[in-house]
Nanobody, 119 residues
Framework: QVQLRESGGGSVQAGGSLRLSCAAS????????IGWFRQVPGKEREPVAC???????HYSDSVKGRFTISRDTEKMTVYLQMNNLKPEDTAMYYC?????????????WGQGTRVTDSS
């Protein structure tokens, strides 16, 4: 089965950028839909973006136009480029791998990487 490891989180000022990485091992990430989710304390985990096996991407309305998800098949890594960050983007970010867009949350999860606002 696939194992996922997120990296790239950090502290950034409003308006800044970060690129998160989700590295897959144990199985090819190209076999899965990969999704990015985020969670703040006291709230439910929410979907941010996902990329399907054919490269089709989906975004939540809150990040559309600011975040870009991409897949590097050779490196077995999925990236989340986050631009024009806002204080409300502060969260723990997780990636998940699942068979479909609807069931990605039921698949495999990484441990998360934290994004904080330093403004």
């Amino acid at each position: 089965q696939v194992q996922l490891r997120e990296s790239g989180g950090g502290s950034v000022q409003a308006g800044g950028s970060l690129r998160l990485s989700c590295a897959a091992s144990g199985d090819s990430a190209s076999r899965y839909v990969i999704g990015w989710f985020r969670q703040v304390p006291g709230k439910e985990r929410e979907p941010v973006a996902c990329v399907e096996k054919d490269g089709t991407t989906h975004y939540s309305d809150s990040v559309k136009g600011r975040f870009t998800i991409s897949r590097d098949t050779e490196k077995m890594t999925v990236y989340l480029q986050m631009n024009n960050l806002k204080p409300e983007d502060t969260a723990m970010y997780y990636c998940a791998a699942g068979p479909t867009v609807a069931t990605v949350q039921l698949g495999h999860w990484g441990q998360g990487t934290r994004v904080t606002d330093s403004s």
